[in-house]
């Protein structure tokens, strides 16, 4: 059905990965589980694999008009995608514009905070340790990421904020905060990984003033506040509406 | 009893402090409470106080010797010492010598591995947010502290490190890990305050092999190994044994 011949090679909570023909391929497929607390929180939304991978595609096509160097290469069907193959870096490169989640119930700073620089919180991506946050002193013990590439990839990560910023904002979205993840292609070079969507971005309307109404991410099925396929197709809806005017 | 006539100004989950008829001046009175775990466990265990205060006392004078300021003026009585009045800085400054504890529950770093140099992790000291432990950034973005009295306080923790494993060394101790903390004295010098006690220490007996016999320290507590005070009296023990020779 969805044209897949190769073999599974990876299975996350969001995403299978399969080979393809081409040893340098792979394709990534978006399944419809939701996954919260390091998946602690379970369910299937129909019609969220879909969703996701046509807003990552968007997104990625958008970094690489910018000079952005992603893994994405060509949409196979809604819920499929071809991708460089990749090894990826465990760090879940974290941006934050306003402080909001896990940064608030780890340091003192108050709700809805503009964050001004950005800040970036480095995780280590291991889901038996629960992804924990990663000091500069803890990655040089860990060793594995040399200090040149970490800050490539910090100066990526700002520069698609940067990007991802003002592109939304046109959309009357606000980019509040939002996870990358990084790896390196067969050559070597560093490029933007995995998936960009309103599973690892938080996005809040900037027409809804209510603070649980403009939330058009994940949190809406953290906090059970239902509506996630809605919220998750508004932003769909703005992006190809945008793609129609820029046309 | 205690020669206490001030007022409490300050009770934690092992100390109180109070006020002299010197404003510059403390009196610092251990308790016998024991918790573990951000105190979800507790229990109290006698004569626990005068040993943590004997320990950081003999210890608190060994780095004074040295030229490392702490806020240590003098004993009172087993359990109370006379300190220099400090504004405390919200961090808890650990410096690991072996991994153990929560560093190997949040990262993939080996139980027992050698780390050379010590690693230097800052929590900010807050107990209803469990201490969290804090990046460069975050602690830029809490502004407490600035990059200059930082880059001293690493400096000065890493000092006491090298002080301690050396005299502790002599006494057939492995020091594995240890909590600063620092204060400004009312003159603005940054000086070492708090306790340095097998509370905040974790001493390993290298006369023995059992993983769990060497155990002189609060793990023992937080382990139910039993056999407290009989750890803590050892390492007093020790430092007077010591302290004899070199009379």
Same mark, same amino acid.
Do not use: G, W
């Given at each position: 059905m969805n044209h897949i011949q190769g073999d599974l090679i990876y299975e996350g909570k969001a995403k299978r990965i399969y080979t393809t023909k &081409?040893?340098?391929?792979?394709?990534?497929?978006? =399944? &419809?589980?939701?996954?919260?607390?390091?998946?602690? =929180?379970?369910?299937?939304?129909?019609g969220k694999g879909r969703l996701n991978c046509l807003i990552s595609v968007a997104l990625f096509k958008l970094l690489e008009t910018s000079g952005i160097k992603t893994h994405f290469l060509e949409l196979q069907s809604e819920t499929l995608f071809l991708a460089k193959k990749i090894t990826i870096i465990p760090l879940e490169v974290v941006i934050r514009n306003v402080a909001t989640g896990s940064l608030c119930r780890e340091t003192p700073i108050i709700e809805g905070t503009k964050l001004d620089p950005p800040l970036l919180d480095l995780y280590y991506k291991d889901d038996e340790l629960g992804d924990p946050i990663l000091t500069e002193a803890r990655i040089k013990l860990l060793d594995f990421i040399d200090d040149l590439h970490l800050q490539e990839i910090e100066k990526i990560a700002r520069e698609v904020n940067l990007i991802l910023?003002?592109?939304?904002?046109?959309?009357?979205?606000?980019?509040?905060?939002?996870?990358?993840?990084?790896g390196f292609d067969v050559d070597g070079n560093l490029i933007v990984a995995d998936e960009i969507s309103p599973d690892n971005c938080r996005l809040w309307d900037r027409t809804k003033s209510d603070p649980k109404d403009r939330i058009l991410d994940k949190d809406r099925?953290?906090?059970d506040l239902g509506g996630v396929i809605d919220a998750y197709g508004e932003i769909l809806k703005r992006i190809q509406g945008?793609?129609?005017?820029?046309t």
């Open positions: &081409n040893p340098d391929e792979v394709l990534v497929e978006f =399944k &419809n589980d939701a996954t919260a607390f390091n998946a602690k =929180k379970h369910s299937k939304i129909d910023v003002k592109y939304f904002f046109l959309l009357d979205l606000s980019l509040v905060d939002f996870k990358l993840e990084f099925f953290r906090q945008n793609s129609r005017k820029a």
